[in-house]
């Protein structure tokens, strides 16, 4: 792959051969629907034959993010119901989602706020939510941790980034600033020495939450970009939802935990798939996903041991599925039990 430009739009796909070329309707209906972008970092790991590639699976669109389910939701865990001010929620008592920009330099297909990014939603955060939210915040002195979001609060520029985080050192009760964000790996380029110094401004302690989803995502720039953050003194963590035909089975997910583990990322959350709209071809069930993370444990060192997490539909927030506490098997799915004790039917 010599292309050098991100794709943005389903014409480019197809000149570049990774999307049959074809006028079909649906294509031009799916572009309206969902953002598209791919950098050159990420066109260069992908695979000459696309469709049985685990990196091509998560970012080239497929028409099959147009079937409709009647269990998939536009907001499937709750963003909106925990909304205080515009950007800001509120799900859990010590900490809070900022989500300071909607746009990404990628889009994955599978994303569970697909509904609510992209350079065509609402999402823009104006100076003055900005400072509504750290208002908030400053507020509610329970808040321990804040996680920036988004969007990919790593696409801004430092002098953006460095507002948030100025507001935030001015904040006592705030320890912790965790970022989750797919740069390192997908636009190894941002992580730059003026991020560098903007992310070292920082009065709080720092985490990066990396997403990424299968092993040949890291690429040696994005290797380099690991390195610079680490070298940085910045604690990385990882992300990564488990995906039909991407990390579905015991051999891809050792690498990916070992492959995070080597490059000083903690493995920490894998998700089970939200029910997000045009993504039912990258489920696997309960019952497969508890089964793979069993067998991951008797593989792997505990260095590389993930959490098996389900956020639970309607904004009840996450359980562990690797517990036997929270979830019980019923004839036609599960009862899940949230942190406040409260159950919930979960159809799988």
């Not at 480019?12 to 209906?29: A, G, H, R, T, Y």
């Not at 065509?120 to 941790?145: F, M, R």
């Not at 599925?321 to 979830?327: P, V």
Request: aromatic share 8%; proline share 5%.
């Amino acid at each position: 792959m010599t292309h050098i430009k991100s794709a943005y739009s389903v014409s480019e796909l197809m000149d570049l051969d990774l999307i049959p070329k074809s006028q079909d309707d649906q294509w031009s209906m799916l572009e309206q629907k969902y953002a598209i972008a791919i950098t050159p970092t990420i066109l260069k790991q992908i695979n000459l034959s696309p469709s049985h590639d685990p990196i091509a699976q998560q970012f080239i669109p497929s028409l099959k993010e147009l079937d409709k389910n009647d269990q998939e939701l536009e907001d499937p865990i709750g963003d909106y119901k925990h909304t205080k001010t515009k950007g800001l929620v509120h799900r859990y008592p010590d900490r809070v989602l900022f989500k300071i920009v909607h746009i990404c330099p990628v889009y994955c297909r599978f994303c569970f706020r697909r509904e609510m990014i992209g350079p065509n939603a609402d999402g823009s955060l104006s100076p003055q939510d900005i400072h509504d939210a750290l208002n908030y915040i400053n507020n509610h002195k329970e808040i321990w941790e804040v996680i920036l979001t988004g969007g990919d609060p790593l696409i801004l520029s430092p002098r953006r980034l460095k507002i948030i985080i100025s507001g935030l050192n001015k904040i006592e009760h705030v320890k912790i600033i965790r970022i989750h964000s797919r740069v390192p790996l997908v636009e190894p380029s941002f992580i730059n020495d003026a991020l560098l110094e903007t992310l070292a401004s920082s009065s709080k302690a720092i985490y990066i939450a990396v997403h990424a989803n299968h092993k040949n995502e890291f690429s040696k720039d994005g290797i380099k970009a690991l390195k610079k953050l680490n070298d940085a003194n910045i604690s990385l963590i990882s992300q990564t939802v488990l995906l039909r035909g991407v990390n579905d089975n015991l051999t891809a997910l050792i690498e990916l935990m070992k492959c995070f583990t080597e490059n000083h990322i903690k493995p920490y959350y894998i998700h089970h798939l939200d029910h997000a709209k045009g993504t039912e071809h990258f489920r696997i069930s309960v019952q497969e996903g508890r089964e793979l993370i069993y067998k991951l444990r008797g593989y792997i060192s505990g260095l590389c041991q993930p959490h098996y997490m389900l956020d639970i539909p309607g904004g009840y927030g996450k359980i562990d599925l690797n517990s036997d506490l929270n979830i019980k098997k019923i004839d036609n799915g599960y009862i899940l039990t949230d942190y406040l004790g409260n159950e919930h039917f979960y159809n799988d």
